[in-house]
C-alpha cells in the first residue's frame, strides 16, 4: 500500500519561501508520477506541479511558473516543491499525490497524503 507523508508547511511572510517535501513508500518510487496539488475550503482542488516517473519531466502550473519548482530524489524516495516569492494567494493546503502512470494535471491520482498547510502572510 502507497503512503505519502508530506512536511515543510508552515506559516510565512509574503515574498518568503518554503520548501515542501513528500516521502513515498509502499511501493517502488520510480513507477509512480508525483504531484503537488493544493486546496482553499470552498474551491477545487488545484494542480500546481509534478514529475513524471519518466526522470526529467516536470510540469508547472501557470498560476505559479517562476516562483515554485518540483524535483525528486528516485534513492530517497522524495518529491519536493520549492516555493519562493509566496503570496497571500498561495495559501492553501497543499497536497501530495502519486499514480502509476505519466503525469497528469487532473485529480486522476491513485493515492494522496493528508497535506500539510501553508500560510502567506501579508
Known amino acids: 500500500q502507497v503512503q505519502l507523508v508530506e512536511s515543510g508547511g508552515g506559516l510565512v511572510q509574503a515574498g518568503g519561501s518554503l520548501k515542501l517535501s513528500c516521502k513515498q513508500s509502499?511501493?517502488?518510487?520510480?513507477?509512480?508520477?508525483m504531484a503537488w496539488f493544493r486546496q482553499v475550503p470552498g474551491r477545487e482542488r488545484e494542480f500546481v506541479a509534478g514529475s513524471s516517473k519518466t526522470i526529467g519531466t516536470t510540469y508547472i502550473a501557470d498560476s505559479v511558473k517562476g516562483r515554485f519548482t518540483v524535483s525528486r530524489d528516485n534513492a530517497k524516495n522524495t518529491v519536493d516543491l520549492q516555493m519562493n516569492n509566496l503570496t497571500p494567494e498561495d495559501t492553501a493546503r497543499y497536497y501530495c499525490a502519486a499514480r502509476e502512470g505519466y503525469l497528469a494535471v487532473s485529480n486522476q491520482y491513485d493515492y494522496w497524503g493528508q497535506g500539510t498547510q501553508v500560510t502567506v502572510s501579508s
Open positions: 509502499g511501493i517502488a518510487f520510480s513507477t509512480l508520477s
